[in-house]
Every structure is written in structure tokens, then in C-alpha cells.
């Protein structure tokens, strides 16, 4: 599944919130950093499933957020309500 919000924080500030929430706070379904850059970072679970996390200033106004996954989605869910969030989380 696709997430998509805005944020009031900087890009690397989701980013950065991102992998210490994964890598902290969901012990049964932890995951951690394989790859990153500038706006994205992909974590990578215990059992090898991958979450997505691409954050990037909108000139319109807050941060956009989108992430991809097809196991956290309930891990990412909870990561959504400990942001500052613009709008709400649209799930496709």
C-alpha cells in the first residue's frame, strides 16, 4: 500500500524520525536502514519485507510524505500520529 501526506518538518526530519521509529519502537516488526539518500530511505524488516520512506519540500507549502509497503502498514500508521501532521494520510 501507498501513504501520502504533508508534514509541518523538514524532509530530513521525517527521514530521520523514520528510522529511529522502525528501528526503536516496533520491536515485534523492527527495520532497519539498507539504503538512503537526501529524501528517501528504505528500511528493511527481520524477515526481509521493506518500507519505503520518501520525503521532499513541497514549493507549495509543508513536506510531502509517501511511503510504500506491504507489511507496515500498521507499524507505519502508528509512525504517522508522532508527526506533525498538514493533511490527513491518504492510503491507496
Do not use: C
Amino acid at each position: 500500500m501507498i501513504h501520502s501526506t504533508t508534514v509541518s518538518l523538514p524532509p530530513q526530519d521525517v527521514l530521520a524520525r523514520a528510522k529511529s521509529f522502525f528501528a526503536e519502537r516496533v520491536p515485534n516488526a523492527a527495520a532497519f536502514v539498507e539504503r538512503e539518500g537526501s529524501q528517501f530511505v528504505v528500511l528493511r524488516g527481520q524477515g526481509g519485507e521493506e518500507l519505503v520512506i520518501s520525503a521532499w519540500p513541497d514549493p507549495a507549502g509543508p513536506t510531502r510524505v509517501r511511503a510504500s509497503t506491504l507489511f507496515f502498514d500498521q507499524a507505519l500508521d502508528r509512525f504517522f500520529t508522532t508527526l506533525p501532521l498538514a493533511s490527513a494520510v491518504e492510503v491507496a
